[in-house]
């Protein structure tokens, strides 16, 4: 069966996850969403995150879609329920392979999450990560100017090192050796934590974690792998002018060029 992979964020920030599933599954054709009319949703209620969640999944299902990837913490970790109670297609969320992988690196059994202020009080991760191992010790800070700062691409700028810094030296003294990058956002900020944050701090990004369980996902249905070899497609959708997710997306993707097109989603 012929079929899209679909994947949403608020932004620019699930493209950290397509570019690995890009990577590791260069024959499927990829639908993505970027709702960046109402980026961010990390200071937004679970109840707005969730409708607007749904206009996402709506928007996407104009195509015909073999799984839903919710590129998007904040949405994984506050609107799982109500996605899957509205759709057959299966969905997959981004907070279990972190938590999982942030499991297994760590040694002092002390975690950071970081994410947007929605993830955190959801308490998502500390949930995922004691399932596995309910001994570890979950340190959580939400660093909501770092959203803002990547979709205006100023990740490599020095602000992002000071915002960085005042959200981050708290952690500095929590013997903690793995942090979870709890926002799709944050791996386009690898290099400024990584400069608050020793070499021995494993950072943990779900992205290459996620598009592993899609590849599984779809390996276990696998009626739904694409065999055909052919040049896939991939569709790049937002809600408000495209110029700055482009320039972003071009950059971070490492393509020529990426064609990108603005959709009203409110009426889904
Ligand atoms: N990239 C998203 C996340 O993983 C959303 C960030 C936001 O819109 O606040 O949480």
Request: proline residues 4%.
């Amino acid at each position: 069966m012929d079929g899209y992979i679909g994947v949403f964020d608020s932004g620019v920030g699930g493209l950290t996850v397509v570019k690995e599933i890009i990577q590791i599954l260069p024959y499927e054709d990829v639908v993505y969403l970027g709702d960046t009319a109402r980026v961010p949703y990390g200071t937004k209620s679970p109840e707005t995150v969730s409708r607007f969640s749904l206009q996402c999944l709506k928007f996407l299902s104009n195509y015909p879609l073999k799984v839903v990837v919710v590129a998007c913490n904040t949405v994984s970790s506050t609107s799982l329920d109500v996605l899957k109670d509205n759709t057959d297609v299966p969905i997959i969320d981004v907070i279990k392979p972190g938590a999982s992988s942030a499991v297994m690196s760590t040694r002092t059994g002390k975690i950071a999450v970081i994410g947007t202020k929605a993830t955190i009080s959801s308490m998502a991760y500390v949930r995922a990560i004691h399932n596995i191992d309910n001994s570890i010790t979950v340190y959580q800070k939400a660093c909501p100017l770092f959203v803002p700062i990547v979709e205006e691409g100023l990740q490599d700028d020095e602000i992002a090192l000071i915002v960085a810094r005042r959200y981050l030296n708290y952690l500095l003294d929590k013997d903690i050796d793995t942090v979870v990058l709890g926002c799709t956002h944050y791996p386009l900020l690898k290099g400024v934590i990584r400069k608050v944050f020793s070499n021995d701090v494993q950072l943990i990004d779900s992205a290459y974690q996620t598009s592993i369980a899609v590849s599984e996902k779809l390996n276990e249905m696998s009626a739904l792998r694409n065999v055909s070899r052919e040049k896939p497609e991939h569709l790049f959708y937002v809600t408000d002018i495209p110029n700055d997710f482009q320039r972003v997306a071009t950059n971070f993707l490492g393509w020529d060029y990426v064609y990108v097109k603005k959709v009203n989603i409110d009426e889904e």
